[in-house]
């Protein structure tokens, strides 16, 4: 509630105070929020950038990262009392890696299968092909999750594991609480954006990516292989949504095989505010979104309306901005 | 070196060529005529392996590539300075000449091949941080050229690289040709302005909707009846 007191007495100090810390705590809890889209909207917005597809199936991909963390930590023997120095060195990044390993596996062959042979194909075809892939995949992880052995069943959510000091820890910053699987997402987001800038301008692959979203034939006359540099681009965006998808988990508690529907939905739509194609804009994107979610939600009404001022904010830009908020490289070609 | 034999390609059920067959020989300048739509960049760009040929073969250096991929075909030692010269405009002169030489691994050979570009054309060397869309379209030609000659190819195919430039600039354009020619790359060199065109090359082939009519050495197309009617305005 905003502070209309102006009274001198000590309870409207107080109050003024609460406020100040409540609305950084909306701040903190949007950007963490907001980091979680972020890390997503980046495979929506390297693929568009590349092949002009809205892979509507990424948001499975987020999921599956998430399985695939989830299945690393039961392979592992299912620890939970790691001390903090094991569970960050060790079991965190082994758990990461477990999940990157299942994203990018299957976005490279839902690429080699579903995507590539409608390559020249309408757009609409291709779209249609990602909507497909998508139930495939929710369902295969419904049904089949279960199958592997020493894996619980998935037909409802399944608890994730609680990882010491990173899903249970929090610091108090004056009177914002700051949970530990906040700041790990938006750690997280902070190094993955530095790696993607180091991929995109420093390799050689991250500059034939951008030679490719700006003109594919000439790309392809100086020499660049397409067909790598769009698998390139498949297993960047989902690499990064397998970290959104530990990250979920650790915020969250829990896993789902739906989860990736309303994530990738509003993953898209930060790479959309952002303007589709830019990579930073997703990243902008990701965190406006979250905080616009964050700050509305806490203002503007109950937090069972937060949805709907995401939707609201991308309407806002689609007829006000429809390049996004940083413009899209993808468009700007001659 | 560069042979292509019956070569048919179509965009859909257009038939854009129709069954060409022509040879270009090692060191030798050899010139596509034609006008707009007679089938000179199809050609082209189903040589560098951006079309594929729905009949007919296309050999270079004795094997086939014809269906390989385009990366492949860069590789082997064909590059292409393509139509309207395609730079990417808002990135510098030296990452576009560097993504000309992506095909390369020799970093040292990259470097002094830039250089040898940047020799070529001063102009480039001055501002080579600043982006490629900002730089006249003779200019922009070079860099074009430039961007070519860094996969270091044995091959160099120009796509109209007089179009839209002054007299001065296409009379500059053509002797750089001339240079890199004498320099021992073989070039295929597709143009419009045929006098330009056929007042370098060894040989010449006219092609009309899909089709080689006739050709012959570059001096006596240019002084052929039907070339000077047809594409030199004499009458």
Redesign the interface.
Known sequence: MPALAVGTDGSARVKKALDVELFFQQLINGLSLGALYALIAVGYTVVYGIVQLINFAHGEIFMIGAFGSFATWVIVGKPTDWGLGMTLGVLLPVMLLGGIAASVTVAVMMERFAYRPLRGAPRLAPLISAIGVSVFLQEAVRLFFGWIPGMPDAKSAIPYPTLTGVSDGSIQIGGVTVQASAIFTLVALAVCTVFLWYFVNRT?TG??M??TS??P??????????DRVIVAAFAVGAALAAVAGVAHGLRYGNIDFRMGFLAGLKAFTAAVLGGIGNIYGAVVGGLVLGVTEALASNYLGTTAWKDVWAFILLILVLVFRPQGLLGSKAV??? | MLEVKNLEVAYGRVNAVKGISFTVDKGQIVSLLGANGAGKSTTLRTI???LKPIAGEIWFEGERIDGI???KI??RGI??S?EGR??????SVE?NL???A??RKDLSGVKSDMERVYDLFPVLSERRTEAA?LFSGGEQQMLAIG??MM?RPKLLMLDEPSMGLSPIMTQTIMDTIRGLQSEGVTILLVEQNAQAALSLAHKGYVLEVGQIMFSDTGAALLGDDRVRRAYLGAD
């Open positions: 050689k500059r034939a951008i030679a700006q003109d034939d000439t790309a392809r006359l100086m020499g660049i292989n397409v700007d070609r001659a | 560098s392996g951006l991929g385009a990366h860069v590789e590059a292409q393509p395609r730079l990417f405009r808002n990135m990452d560097k993504l000309g992506f095909s869309g961007r070519a996969s």
